[in-house]
């Protein structure tokens, strides 16, 4: 056993507890698979808040190029290259073997205007043997397909379907994947990362993500911080040796090495181990997003100042919300103004729950502050469910062997393999209902679309599995007010029917929808789905229910 339990525990777990979310009858919490075992670090020998947090540098296009859609026009072109890196997660570590885009994780940090589209070649130049442990039996990493894999996906973006990064579309070291991105959106956090089937969590868990990030017109006359008063966190835990390497848990069945869920012991922010940054006392706009395999955080100052969320996922909110502590689970962004000006002088640390992620070091005297605080961001836009066309009533299930041990999750009972089920027309709205049946909570992820939460509403689970009808059990409830803006993933809590409202806007054609804790992705917890062209007739798909 190692000293640093505490860590290992799952946020998720604690936190879904918190909400006074756990099932009657849930079973209790999985063991926690820990093969890093006597050579696992402890963080607390370490000496915290030595290394600077590093600011991930944003990447320069190489050139220009023409694209089809947009003829006549000479469009950015980035040439972004996945590598293996050596990188110093603490001082007093060894580097740590990674693999991300370019040369540091997290990649380096995209950059466009609203409507300004840009051609992204992701070049896989990734070494030919991979070096987490792959299971073989999961769908799509089959001993026969070749062992390193990429295809990176744009996580929010408004992509054409060819370009948006279908699992099945890796390329091999060697090969490119060349994106198209339009970027017709409004201004928000999005970020890049690998997608590739049944080894996506090693991906990513390697490395392979970075932020990127979409301005606008309207964004940039709210007078909010900005330049270094700007600063992008991506938060990722992993589990560290002592040597500073990265151990990949597997389960005690090494013929079945898949693990539910990942919990590192080392919390990492834009790739260090604790770090700090200097801030002057003024306001800094912090866009924060949870790149971890399956933590959730529960965000807050160790001084209990309050902090301002402003947006989220998709961008603004349509007003600043006060906060002492903001949840984030796996995939989702929050923006977020912190005022450093009442905290001069002092040191104050970003902690989730218990552990410290990173310290902020207020310097007794700073620049002016000449930025806003609005009280309104942009006019605000609540769907009404009554412009939705469909609902579609969709499962969250886990599958268990005769021993009570989970197989994984699946959506709607149905494997990624079988003949796609949903298939929204362009510019409609639909209503999808999440019923969720496990005892997890699942941050739920569609490609393409932003989205709304409608409400959450607690329903027998037991009565749903044994006679298939829906009976709530509590009230309707609204969504929290920082999450009530756009949204790409949105946490579905055990027991609970999550209710989310869905524009179907951008381009018709084939895209996925999944959970985005990467464990229950790999396995199974992720199904494609289709977006019909607008001039499919309507009757073909019936409105109904299921
Ligand atoms: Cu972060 Cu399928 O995406
Ligand atoms: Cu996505
Ligand atoms: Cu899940």
Not at 418 to 433: D, Q, R, S, V
């Amino acid at each position: 056993m190692i000293a640093m339990t505490d860590l290992f525990r799952s946020t998720r777990r604690e936190f879904v507890k918190a909400g006074a979310l756990a099932m009657a009858g849930a079973r209790m919490g999985l063991p926690h698979p820990m093969d890093a075992g006597a050579d696992a670090l402890d963080p607390s020998t370490l000496t915290p808040f030595v290394d600077a947090l590093p600011v991930p540098r944003v990447k320069r296009p190489t050139g220009t190029r023409a694209h089809p859609e947009q003829a006549g026009l000479q469009i950015p072109y980035y040439r972004v290259a996945m590598r293996e890196v050596r990188q110093k997660v603490h001082r007093d570590l060894p580097a740590t073997r990674m693999w991300s885009f370019e040369d540091s994780f997290p990649g380096p940090m995209m950059e466009t205007e609203s409507g300004k589209a840009m051609i992204v070649e992701w070049a896989n130049e990734l070494p030919a043997r991979h070096f987490l442990p792959i299971d073989h039996t999961l769908h799509g990493a089959e001993r026969s397909l070749p062992e390193v894999r990429s295809v990176v996906h744009l996580h929010g973006g408004r992509t054409p379907a060819a370009s948006d990064g279908y699992p099945e579309e890796w390329v091999v070291p060697g090969k490119s994947q060349t994106c198209f991105y339009p970027a017709k959106q409004d201004a928000a956090l999005l970020f890049y990362h690998d997608h590739t089937m049944g080894i996506n969590r090693l991906n990513i868990y390697a490395g392979m993500q970075g932020l990127f990030i979409v301005r606008d017109a309207q964004e940039a006359a709210l007078n909010l911080p900005s330049g270094k008063h700007e600063v992008p966190l991506l938060i990722a835990d992993r589990l560290l040796r002592k040597d500073g390497q990265l151990v990949y848990p597997v389960s005690e069945h090494p013929d079945r090495p898949w693990v539910p869920e990942v919990f590192g012991n080392a919390i990492l922010v834009n790739g260090k181990l604790l770090p700090y940054l200097d801030v002057e006392p003024r306001r800094y706009r912090l866009r924060v997003m949870n790149g971890s395999n399956g933590r959730f955080y529960r965000l807050s100052l160790s001084n209990k100042n309050e902090m301002h969320v402003i947006g989220n996922d998709q961008g603004l909110l349509s007003a600043p919300v006060a906060v002492k502590r903001v949840p984030l689970a796996p995939a989702e962004r929050v923006d977020i103004i912190v005022d450093f000006a009442t905290m001069a002088g002092t040191h104050v640390k970003l902690v989730s729950d218990s552990f410290d992620i990173m310290e902020f070091r207020v310097v007794a005297k700073g620049t002016a502050d000449t930025t806003a605080l609005p009280g309104t961001l942009r006019p605000s836009l609540r769907l009404d469910a009554a412009t939705a066309v469909r609902t579609r009533r969709l499962t969250l299930d886990e599958r268990m062997d005769d021993i009570q041990r989970s197989m994984g999750m699946v959506l709607n009972n149905t494997p990624w393999h079988a003949p796609i089920t949903e298939k929204p027309t362009l510019g409609t709205t639909e209503i999808w209902e999440l019923v969720n049946l496990t005892d997890d909570s699942h941050p739920i992820h569609l490609h393409l679309v932003r989205l709304q939460i409608l409400d959450r509403r607690r329903f027998d689970a037991f009565e749903f599995q044994a006679k298939g009808t829906l009976r709530f059990t509590g009230p309707v409830q609204p969504p929290e007010a920082h999450e009530a803006g756009w949204k790409d993933t949105v946490r579905a809590d055990p027991g609970m029917v999550t209710r989310i409202i869905v524009p179907f806007e951008g381009y018709a054609g084939r895209y996925v929808w999944h959970c985005h804790i990467l464990e229950h992705e790999d396995n199974e917890m992720m199904r494609p789905y289709e977006v019909l062209p607008a001039s499919h007739s309507a009757s073909t798909e019936s409105k109904k229910i299921g």
